[in-house]
């Protein structure tokens, strides 16, 4: 009698859930691969189901482990072909979400333009509002109006890389107050951790904004420099007292994450330009004074910062009210932006650091150096100089750099337009970089930066401007 040989019966496990409610089978056999074909093409219309349907059908695979037959399982052309329909399906739905994807980042970019917009509308007719509209105004609005214009070509360029630069981190929060936002410049190059600008802008304390510092921001981290515009709220939402406390906050959010973004926590400058520079140094002075009383708690330190920059601002709030007054930031409005007369004194610098009671206080500062145009008729260069003499007579390490001929808004905007050197931004870099002999080598080898704004434009804008 032949002997016989007994095959083993391959057993299914039955599964307990099916990813298609509308079919309930008590097992899944190779016999059904017709029915999963018809399911797939149930669905080929629908590029988001079917790539669920077959990820799940394939996680149902991968758990439904049969015994293994002695005889070899053939793959036969029509498994062949049914697993390339899926991985083709799967490849197209993933291209379709990421298209969606980039629709819904393009539509994100544009409605936070449109916001953008919006806000510094407002600010401007909340500027017209407290400055009032009068002959003298509305011919400098008028004249604020044309030099705008003739800086388009420029703005259009920085505007374009501020909204769309994948280098840019807009309104991060920073604090829990209105206009607690900041914005980070990153460079393109993330070897090593980077040096720090926490930036606050100028805008005569009622028109502050983050994008004011976008050209300075760009041009920096084309050098390997982290900037952070830090906003903050302007008057009538806040006086002189909210926005140093804005700007203290948001300083103390870099300090402690900055090196969540590849920046060099024991690298940090701070920077203002206007009113921002009267704002930053109010800042830094009020954090010195903390810092040397008792019992004062502070979430970041005067010691973080490796020096401060000046640029174009006013220290000396005493000096400064009547040419105020007479340029239009009437004493009224500036009184109340400052909290009254009686807190002239306290948000006056150059002032206040030659008070004995603090000169602890003022020991704790870090260098200071100071930015001012000669031709600068908003606020008038001797504002930088007399600051820079009182503190080193205190034995601060103090200086100012004048620079012969430069307007309010030369320095900052029409020089930076121009390409090609800059001498304040040499200068700028020659102190950032002055620990790092490769980062020096580089500035050295670094190509001329390109003009935005035809010379003719920018001489025009010059003329008049009304700052």
């Given at each position: 009698?032949?002997?016989?040989q007994i095959l083993?019966?391959?057993?299914?496990t039955q599964?307990?859930?099916?990813?298609?409610?509308?079919?309930?089978?008590s097992?899944?056999s190779?016999?059904s691969?017709?029915?999963?074909?018809?399911?797939?093409?149930k669905v080929?219309d629908?590029?988001?189901?079917?790539l669920?349907?077959?990820?799940?059908?394939?996680?149902?695979?991968?758990?439904?482990?049969p015994i293994k037959?002695?005889?070899p399982?053939i793959?036969?052309a029509?498994?062949?072909?049914?697993?390339r329909r899926?991985?083709t399906?799967?490849?197209?739905?993933i291209s379709?979400l990421?298209?969606?994807?980039g629709?819904?980042?393009?539509?994100r970019?544009?409605?936070?333009?449109?916001?953008?917009?919006?806000?510094?509308?407002?600010l401007s007719?909340?500027l017209l509002?407290?400055?009032?509209v009068?002959?003298r105004?509305?011919?400098r609005?008028?004249?604020?109006?044309?030099?705008?214009?003739?800086l388009?070509?420029g703005f259009?360029?920085?505007?374009?890389?501020?909204?769309f630069?994948?280098?840019i981190?807009?309104?991060?929060?920073?604090?829990?107050?209105p206009?607690?936002?900041?914005?980070?410049?990153?460079?393109?190059?993330?070897?090593?951790?980077k040096?720090?600008?926490?930036?606050?802008?100028?805008?005569a304390w009622?028109?502050?904004?983050?994008?004011?510092g976008?050209l300075?921001?760009?041009?920096?981290?084309e050098?390997?420099?982290?900037?952070a515009?830090?906003?903050y709220?302007n008057?009538p939402?806040?006086?002189?007292?909210?926005?140093?406390?804005?700007?203290?906050?948001?300083?103390?959010?870099?300090c402690?994450?900055?090196a969540?973004y590849?920046?060099?926590p024991?690298?940090i400058?701070?920077?203002?330009?206007s009113a921002?520079?009267?704002?930053?140094?109010?800042?830094l002075?009020?954090?010195?004074?903390k810092?040397?009383?008792?019992g004062?708690?502070?979430?970041?330190?005067?010691?973080?910062?490796k020096?401060y920059?000046g640029?174009?601002?006013?220290?000396n709030?005493f000096?400064?009210?009547?040419?105020f007054?007479s340029r239009?930031?009437?004493r009224?409005?500036?009184?109340?932006?400052m909290?009254?007369?009686?807190?002239l004194?306290?948000f006056s610098?150059?002032?206040?650091?030659?008070?004995?009671n603090?000169?602890n206080?003022?020991?704790l500062l870090?260098?200071?150096?100071?930015?001012h145009?000669?031709?600068?008729?908003?606020?008038?260069?001797?504002?930088?100089?007399?600051f820079?003499?009182?503190?080193?007579?205190l034995?601060?390490?103090a200086?100012?750099?004048l620079y012969?001929?430069?307007?309010?808004?030369d320095l900052?905007?029409?020089?930076?337009?121009?390409?090609g050197?800059?001498?304040?931004f040499?200068d700028?870099?020659?102190?950032?970089?002055a620990d790092?002999?490769?980062?020096?080598?580089?500035d050295?080898?670094?190509?001329?930066?390109?003009?935005?704004?035809?010379?003719?434009?920018?001489?025009?804008?010059r003329s008049?401007?009304?700052f």
């Amino acid at each position: 009698m032949p002997s016989q040989q007994i095959l083993p019966i391959t057993q299914h496990t039955q599964l307990s859930s099916y990813p298609f409610p509308e079919s309930n089978p008590s097992s899944v056999s190779p016999s059904s691969s017709s029915s999963v074909d018809t399911m797939l093409l149930k669905v080929e219309d629908d590029p988001t189901a079917r790539l669920l349907i077959s990820s799940s059908f394939e996680n149902e695979q991968a758990s439904f482990q049969p015994i293994k037959p002695l005889l070899p399982k053939i793959k036969t052309a029509k498994t062949f072909y049914q697993h390339r329909r899926r991985r083709t399906n799967s490849e197209d739905s993933i291209s379709s979400l990421s298209d969606i994807e980039g629709r819904r980042s393009l539509r994100r970019d544009v409605g936070h333009a449109a916001a953008e917009t919006f806000l510094l509308t407002r600010l401007s007719l909340k500027l017209l509002r407290y400055l009032g509209v009068g002959y003298r105004w509305m011919t400098r609005f008028l004249a604020l109006g044309c030099y705008a214009l003739l800086l388009v070509p420029g703005f259009c360029q920085v505007g374009y890389n501020y909204f769309f630069s994948s280098q840019i981190r807009r309104s991060i929060v920073y604090g829990d107050k209105p206009r607690n936002r900041l914005d980070l410049y990153l460079p393109k190059n993330s070897d090593g951790p980077k040096p720090v600008i926490a930036f606050v802008t100028g805008g005569a304390w009622i028109i502050g904004y983050k994008a004011w510092g976008s050209l300075l921001g760009q041009q920096l981290s084309e050098r390997d420099i982290i900037v952070a515009c830090i906003d903050y709220r302007n008057f009538p939402q806040g006086t002189i007292s909210d926005m140093v406390a804005d700007a203290s906050e948001g300083i103390s959010y870099l300090c402690n994450h900055i090196a969540e973004y590849g920046g060099d926590p024991n690298r940090i400058y701070l920077m203002g330009q206007s009113a921002g520079a009267h704002i930053a140094a109010c800042t830094l002075l009020e954090q010195a004074i903390k810092e040397a009383g008792e019992g004062e708690s502070t979430s970041w330190s005067v010691s973080q910062l490796k020096a401060y920059f000046g640029l174009s601002g006013g220290y000396n709030l005493f000096d400064l009210i009547d040419h105020f007054h007479s340029r239009g930031l009437y004493r009224s409005v500036f009184l109340s932006i400052m909290e009254g007369e009686q807190s002239l004194r306290r948000f006056s610098p150059e002032v206040m650091v030659q008070d004995p009671n603090i000169k602890n206080a003022v020991s704790l500062l870090p260098p200071i150096i100071l930015f001012h145009g000669t031709a600068d008729y908003s606020i008038p260069s001797d504002s930088s100089k007399k600051f820079a003499e009182t503190l080193q007579s205190l034995g601060v390490k103090a200086e100012s750099i004048l620079y012969e001929g430069k307007t309010h808004t030369d320095l900052f905007l029409q020089d930076p337009m121009r390409g090609g050197n800059d001498q304040m931004f040499e200068d700028l870099l020659a102190v950032i970089h002055a620990d790092d002999s490769a980062a020096q080598a580089r500035d050295a080898a670094a190509p001329l930066r390109r003009r935005l704004v035809p010379e003719f434009m920018l001489k025009l804008a010059r003329s008049v401007s009304p700052f």
